[in-house]
């Protein structure tokens, strides 16, 4: 059975107001998120897989968007943290601070799963319409109701 995006989406996996001005410390505070949900089995080495990942090759994409991953037996099923900055994180020197940075970890033996998961989130967040509610959401609930909205226009 393929993983649909709304089933990934956890408020408790959410924040909206990044404490982190820097790349890693960013990852770091999202994926605190995610392990204190029991997700993760090491929260350290799956972030450290993270970073590896985006130092071989940046996952910026258009508009200030982000898709840090990494392909590991250190989850079970795909989980996916969210984070927001409203001033920007800077994450290489080839592109425009990021705002919105979605987190993936994927179990290698998933990665079909994977693709449809970061392609629907890609294809949300192109849609300035659907990034301008995602900045402007005002509780993880919110966020996760208008990114489900949004992705049922997908299937």
């Known amino acids: 059975m ?5 089933d990934l989406l ?14 890693d410390e960013a990852m770091r505070e999202i994926v605190s998120l995610m392990q204190a949900c029991g997700r993760i089995q090491d929260a350290e080495k ?21 898709f840090p991953h990494a392909r590991t037996d250190l989850v079970k099923q795909i989980v996916l943290g969210i984070g927001r900055s409203n ?4 994450f290489d020197k080839q592109h425009e601070s990021v705002n919105l940075i979605f987190i993936i970890g994927v179990p ?16 949300l967040t ?16 919110e966020f996760v109701e208008q990114l ?3 992705s049922l226009h997908l299937e």
């Open 10 to 23: 956890d408020e408790k996996h959410i924040t909206l107001e990044l404490r982190s001005r820097t790349r």
């Open 148 to 150: 489900r909205i949004a």
């Open 108 to 123: 290698r033996r998933m990665i079909q799963d994977y693709l449809v998961c970061v392609g629907a989130l890609a294809r």
């Open 46 to 66: 799956f972030l450290a897989a993270v970073i590896e990942r985006e130092n071989c090759s940046s996952t910026v994409a258009e508009h200030g968007v982000a």
């Open 2 to 6: 393929a993983v649909v995006l709304a």
């Open 126 to 141: 192109k849609d300035e319409a659907i990034r301008e509610v995602l900045l402007k959401a005002e509780t993880a609930a």
């Open 87 to 90: 001033e920007g994180i800077r």
